[in-house]
């Protein structure tokens, strides 16, 4: 059964830095894109990063570009997301997700990061 | 780049159908076949209902159907249930980003 279990959200001070995990089981995690989705409390879906593989390609949307980093370690099968300089507006439940066919269909449970 | 354009509610009666239209632009929805479409209860992850633009994974009901007409996409639920009620998502790859659609709650009357 494929899981995908986040970590290390929370309450943080606009300016402040946060890192999320993403542990993944029930499939062989070296071989899939993975990404990260944001929802902010009321709001729509936002795709927020996704990485390749072997690590070699990164895309971000425009708005956490310079400020988050995506990385991922194989050998641990986890995913994380470096986030530095927050904002308010960056206040959203965080979803780790598989990504297969330039879609998700396997989605954690979601993580809560607050700046506030 | 802009969300893509969803009507904000949509409604039904059990048993009817109902469509929910996601309206992109010629640089993402019109220039690709790799439209998405999510479910999401409240307080929970969204689920995978269909995939590039009309494709659905193992084990979503046929009574989900998607479709795409120049820069806009379509998801039709037929025989609308009450378990149907929820908030719907589309996604589309656009220029370097993916781009989701700014979501229809789905009321079942």
């Known amino acids: 059964e494929v899981q995908l279990v986040e970590s290390g959200g929370g309450l943080v001070p606009p300016g402040g830095s946060l890192r999320l995990s993403c542990a993944a089981s029930?499939?062989?995690?070296?071989?899939?894109?993975m990404s990260w989705v944001r929802q902010a409390p009321g709001e729509g879906l936002e795709w927020v990063a996704n990485?390749?593989?072997?690590?070699?390609?990164?895309y971000y949307v425009d708005s956490v570009k310079g400020r988050f980093t995506i990385s991922r370690d194989n050998a641990k099968n986890s995913l994380y997301l470096q986030m530095n300089s927050l904002r308010v507006e960056d206040t959203a439940v965080y979803y780790c997700?598989?990504?297969?066919?330039?879609?998700?269909?396997?989605w954690g449970q979601g993580m809560l990061v607050t700046v506030s | 780049q802009s969300a893509l354009t969803q009507p904000a509610s949509v409604s039904g009666s059990p048993g009817q159908s109902i469509t929910i239209s996601c309206t992109g632009t010629s640089s993402d929805v019109g220039v690709y076949n790799l439209v998405s479409w999510y479910q999401q209860h409240p307080g929970k992850a969204p689920k995978l209902l269909i995939y590039?633009?009309?494709k659905r994974p193992s084990g979503v009901s046929d009574r989900f159907s998607g479709s795409k007409s120049g820069n806009t996409a379509s998801l039709t639920i037929t025989g609308l249930q009450a378990d149907d009620e929820a908030d719907y998502y589309c996604?589309?790859?656009?220029?370097?980003?993916?781009?989701f659609g700014t979501g229809t709650r789905v009321a079942v009357l």
């Open positions: 029930g499939f062989p995690f070296s071989a899939y894109w």
């Open positions: 996604c589309s790859l656009g220029p370097s980003t993916y781009l």
């Open positions: 997700a598989r990504s297969s066919d330039h879609s998700w269909a396997y």
């Open positions: 590039e633009v009309t």
């Open positions: 990485m390749n593989q072997d690590g070699n390609q990164k």
